[in-house]
């Protein structure tokens, strides 16, 4: 404050810088303009303005106006030189009041000049307080960002590290990605989706997880770098077998799920060998298939002889090594178990269907087509007839033509429902983009 005063009496000691803040005090002007004013050389000027940098503030179009400490000042030296004028007209004073009143003045120009100080400090204070606020604000804002996808992601590593039992303090790892989408095609299932990136000196490794309503769904990684492929590390040396290995992880997994399919496929393992490759119980059968150094394990629902593939949980395996489990067991209900249609029956009707089926290539329509006997593909496939997540019995039919008709078509599908016999849906299947 102090060096506020200091400069504030130094600048306004010339005549000439006093002048220049009354110029500006009635308008901007231009240093040509003050130049021509003052009539003194241009090197004088300069010196004036540099001294004035405090109490001015030139603008983009070159002219000079007072700042806010400038009209203060300017202010001041009015009230300085009106009232000693207006006191002359009154009696003439002795030197002793002379001197009280000049004192009562600059302490009133003090007070005055510290009265504006503090006005500006205080907006400046203000100005500052409500830019803080805003940076608290958003900072508060990212923080529970941070906070929730911290908690978020502690579930995925938590995951990883619990049950897949990968090391990760053996990793760099990062998070490359994190989606939650609404799944209107599953009902509107909420399915979030974890990738990550790990890296040591061998290897670098991608990973997926996904998680649907909560609950874990996929785990999938992908080798990138590393010659031979590098297994990840594990916490525990993993056990060859792939019965035992299997075994281990649904232990560990229903820990964390307690579903009860898991304590179904536990059982079912229990049963099982690497050579005894299938065991049904129940509604629940477990298929090994090996290959070598791969493997692949399933879990799915079943009834009447007839498998629900859409109901599964499944551990796949490359060189040893666990490189996806996905499991829609929990996602999916089974609505119907009763299969009135044949393999037969269904064909036939699927044969009737496409007797009156027709297609549009360029807006012209195809219905003069042949189709073959034989091959014809049949696949029991239950698929969600009203429900997205609920299964009905359902057979998919592929009919195949005696050629390649227009639009590409060679084969034509069609979706009967197992239990009633009514088509679902008939298509014609071709490389080309139908009209």
Known sequence: ?????????????????????????????????????????????TYHLETLDEFLVKMDDGKYKLSSFGEASVSMMKGAEEVPSKT????????????????????????????FVQYLSF?????????LQADFEKIKSQNQQLSLLNSTTDKSLNFLSDVIQ??????????????VEDRSDLGHT???IF???????????????????????????????????YAPTYVQSKIPDIVNVTQDLIERYKSVANDSY????????????????????GDTKLQITINGDNAEVTLLYTA???????????????????????????????????????????????????????WNVSGVKVSNFNVLNEPVSALFFPHPRTDPLTLVPYWYITLYLDREYPGGVSSITVGVWADTGEVANIEALSSHVLT
Do not use: C
């Not at 907006?123 to 830019?131: A, I, T, V």
């Not at 997880?209 to 031979?228: A, C, D, K, T, V």
């Open 304 to 358: 009447n002889g007839f498998d629900y593939s859409a109901k599964k949980l499944r551990l796949v395996f490359q060189n040893h090594a666990l490189q996806e489990v996905d499991d829609d067991w929990f996602l999916y209900k089974v609505d119907s178990t009763q299969v009135d249609i044949s393999r037969n029956e269904a064909v036939e009707i699927a044969r009737n269907a496409a007797d009156n089926f027709e």
């Open 88 to 115: 002359k007209k009154a009696s003439p004073l002795s030197l002793k009041r002379k001197t009280v009143f000049a004192v009562l003045l600059i302490s009133l120009v003090l007070l005055a000049s510290l009265s």
């Open 1 to 45: 404050m102090e060096d506020k005063y200091s400069t504030m009496f130094t600048s306004l000691k010339h005549p000439a810088r006093r002048k220049i803040l009354k110029m500006l005090s009635e308008k901007s002007m231009t240093f040509s303009e003050m130049l021509e004013k003052l009539d003194i050389p241009g090197s004088h000027l």
């Open 190 to 192: 909420a399915e979030e």
């Open 195 to 229: 990738k990550y990136s790990l890296v040591d000196g061998d290897s670098k490794l991608d990973l997926v997880l996904r998680f649907r309503n909560n609950h874990f769904s996929l785990y999938q990684i992908s080798i990138l770098e590393g010659f031979p492929p």
């Open 123 to 131: 907006s400046q204070l203000s100005k500052d307080y409500e830019l």
């Open 166 to 179: 990968i090391d990760l303090s053996e990793y760099q790892l990062t998070l490359l990605s994190h989606t």
């Open 262 to 281: 898991l304590a179904e496929f536990g059982k079912l393992l229990s049963a099982a060998t690497e050579t005894n490759t299938e065991v049904t119980m």
